[in-house]
């Protein structure tokens, strides 16, 4: 016997399914990361195909399966249709969904990280022109979310009081001048400044102003953040080459 649950969330990523069918990964409410058939949806004419686009927020209805669970009924709570209509948007909405889909572990739920993207892609809408800084912002809030923060007031590895100018990849943060030694580079308290606002958790109104004022340090910043995220989640964020850089 399948078990039916209700369920919301954001459509992370559809693939084709046979002839009319499509494969939905989602990050739920309830359960976290999911992967459930919606079937027919690529018929003409189906009640639900257009509802389960990427970056989609919706309310479904499933069934439990053996391996995969089974879409039974799409209700929209918002299409965030000009996310897909803008090639940036859709550029920038790609990298967001594509970093949450390698950090959500299926079947845990983890609502900070649902809260963070719906976060994102609202940002992403207000202020299209700003979609660069929002996308690297995000890159650090998420990867903070699953436990790799990156630390800008302290030395990330002996906790020395900051401000310190070497920013480390690896190291996680800046650090000192005894942890740092000779192989990290020093760079302007701007850009130690733009990596902290960028990683600060509920300040996406502060990241305009930034790419605005200080294009060189954001530049600079935005660079680190993809760097410190492929470096610790050891994956290449493929849909980020996409991105127009400003
Ligand atoms: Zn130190």
């Not at 690896?170 to 760079?187: A, F, K, N």
């Amino acid at each position: 016997m399948s078990r039916a649950y209700r369920d919301r969330g954001i459509v992370l990523r559809t693939h084709r399914l046979g002839e009319t069918d499509r494969i939905l990964t989602l990050l739920l409410q309830g359960r976290g990361k999911v992967r459930a058939v919606a079937k027919g949806v690529r018929r003409p004419g189906s009640r639900i195909g257009g509802r389960v686009e990427p970056f989609s927020h919706v309310d479904l209805e499933l069934h439990e399966g053996r391996s995969l669970d089974i879409v039974r009924q799409v209700e929209t709570i918002d299409a965030h249709d000009s996310l897909r209509v803008d090639d940036r948007l859709h550029a920038a909405a790609s990298v967001m969904v594509e970093l949450v889909d390698v950090v959500a572990a299926e079947g845990q739920r983890d609502q900070a990280l649902l809260r963070q993207l719906q976060a994102g892609l609202a940002a992403l809408e207000a202020d299209p022109d700003s979609a660069s800084v929002f996308v690297d912002a995000f890159l650090l809030r998420a990867t903070s979310i699953v436990g790799f923060p990156v630390l800008t007031g302290a030395c990330a590895r002996c906790r020395a009081p900051g401000p310190h100018a070497r920013l480390s990849v690896v190291g996680g943060g800046t650090l000192c001048d005894d942890c740092g030694g000779d192989g990290t580079r020093q760079v302007g308290s701007d850009v130690i400044e733009a990596v902290r606002l960028l990683g600060d958790d509920g300040s996406w109104q502060a990241l305009p102003a930034l790419a605005r004022e200080h294009p060189e340090a954001r530049a600079t910043a935005g660079s680190y953040a993809r760097a410190f995220v492929e470096h610790h989640l050891d994956r290449r964020l493929r849909s980020y080459d996409a991105l127009e850089r400003g």
